[in-house]
């Protein structure tokens, strides 16, 4: 198994966010998260990530596994440089007053110094040709969708082998939406491994392997997408009907 999140319980302060949730993801998945606001989607990604106070939440129960191993101990940055795996936050965070090639090159801070970067970018270019169009722009003058995209790319060039996403869709055209989407499948398709979080579920469960349905930071369903969409209660909550 790559992750292994184990009866997690997380708190905010004194409030509890997660109520011993479990869930797994294999090398090669595509595993979604889906559930309303405050269901405790992006708290599970954050703990993931480790990332450190004031944004990070405080685990106070169970364990998270990457690869077998406890990271609960583990720094952010080892995360991403030793472990190997990249967060997508929700808001794309890049830098607007820097151009698309130096938020990329930020990326690689960590990276090996043999490290074939040109072949990288390259890559990064492939996935998303219109930030090779801009890449001498400052990532401020991009469009929504094309700052989304600077955001996946800026994660893969830390040279991830699995990638989190937090509501990669959000606030993006429809068109642009199913763009992204296909991205991340042909990425899966090429062996990057990823666990999403997104509010339109059934555009997650569309590309999604299995899934799992958070409820106010429990567990409330889980399966294969298929199963998960055939699902009458996932259906009128979160399928319209």
């Given at each position: ?56 939440p ?16 583990t ?110 499948k ?20 569309d590309?999604a ?33």
């Open positions: 198994m790559l992750l292994s999140v184990e009866n997690l319980e997380v708190k905010y302060g004194n409030i509890q966010a997660l109520h011993g949730i479990s869930f797994n993801v294999k090398e090669g998945e595509i595993v979604t998260l889906i559930g309303a606001n405050g269901a405790g989607k992006t708290t599970s990604l954050y703990s993931i990530a480790r990332l450190a106070p004031p944004e990070a405080k685990v106070v129960g169970g364990d998270i596994r990457f690869m077998g191993e406890s990271i609960l101990n720094a952010p940055s080892d995360v991403v440089k030793n472990l190997k795996l990249a967060l997508v936050p929700e808001g794309r965070h890049i830098f607007g007053n820097l151009t698309v090639m130096e938020n990329l090159e930020l990326a690689t801070y960590s990276r090996d110094k043999d490290a074939d970067l040109d072949k990288d970018y390259q890559r990064i270019f492939d996935l998303f040709p219109r930030l090779a169009e801009r890449r001498k722009q400052r990532s401020e003058s991009l469009s929504g969708g094309e700052q989304q995209m600077l955001a996946v790319g800026r994660a893969l060039m830390t040279g991830c082998r699995a990638l989190m996403l937090d509501e990669p869709s959000m606030g993006l055209a429809p068109v642009l939406k199913y763009e992204l989407f296909r991205t991340l042909k990425l899966n398709e090429e062996g990057m491994t990823l666990l999403l979080v997104e509010q339109n579920a059934k555009l997650a469960l590309i392997h299995r899934g799992y349905v958070l409820d106010t930071g429990t567990i409330a369903a889980s399966g294969t997408s298929e199963e998960l969409a055939g699902n009458p209660e996932v259906r009128k909550a979160y399928l319209g009907g």
